[in-house]
Every structure is written in C-alpha cells, then in structure tokens.
C-alpha cells in the first residue's frame, strides 16, 4: 500500500493550496479513516483534519472555518483545501490511511510521504 501526496508549494498569507492524497495498492481490501497532519519546524505532529469512510470531518480548532477535508472513496483519495493560510501553517503536511489488507483482519496506519506547505507572511 502507498499513499502519494501533492499540492504543497509556497503561497502568500491569506492564500489557498488544495492537498491530494491517493492511496493505492494491490492488497488494499478497504481505506477507513483518512486524514492528515503537519509538522512544523521544532514542534510535534498534530492532527489537521481527519474524515471518516462516511464522510464525517474532523477539525483541529488552529484550522476550523479555514480548512476543508473531503474524500473520494472511489478513488481511495483525500482532499484538503486550505484557505487563509497563515504564515503558521508553515510545516510539513502527511497525509494517513487506514488500511484493511486484503487477507489480515485488522486495519493498518499507512503514511504519505509529507508534502511541503510554506506560507510568507
């Protein structure tokens, strides 16, 4: 299983950036929650948003109102389109899946590779 990220780049305060990331594979069985996180510089991961299988987002409080999480189970993709972006959103955003293989009967943590966001002030 793979999840490929991409979308990051650097953008202005007050700018957008929309996040993509697609998980693939052929032992994929089934992708439950989605979701990603950011690491900036000299601080712990943190969740951003998360959405489950049913479509049910979850929002850290740094972001609501800013950000929206959106999947497309189809395609086993997520979305995150990030409007008003602060200088604070600066960090390195990791998308995470988890994952049913096709054959185990537990789900898995599957990680992105982490996509870049820098916003200038």
């Known amino acids: 299983v793979q999840l490929q990220a991409s979308g990051g780049g650097l953008v202005q305060a007050g700018g957008s950036l929309r996040l993509s990331c697609a998980a693939s594979g052929r032992t994929i069985g089934s992708v439950h929650d989605m979701g990603w996180y950011r690491r900036a510089p000299g601080k712990q991961r943190e969740l951003v948003a998360a959405?489950?299988?049913?479509?049910?987002?979850t929002y850290a409080n740094s972001v609501k109102g800013r950000v929206t999480i959106s999947r497309d189970n189809a395609k086993n993709t997520v979305y995150l389109q990030m409007n008003s972006l602060k200088p604070e959103d600066t960090a390195v955003y990791y998308c995470?899946?988890?994952?049913?293989?096709?054959?185990?009967?537990?789900?898995?943590?599957?990680w992105g590779q982490g996509t870049q966001v820098t916003v200038s002030s």
């Open positions: 995470k899946a988890d994952v049913i293989r096709i054959g185990v009967a537990y789900k898995f943590d599957f």
């Open positions: 959405i489950t299988s049913g479509g049910t987002p």
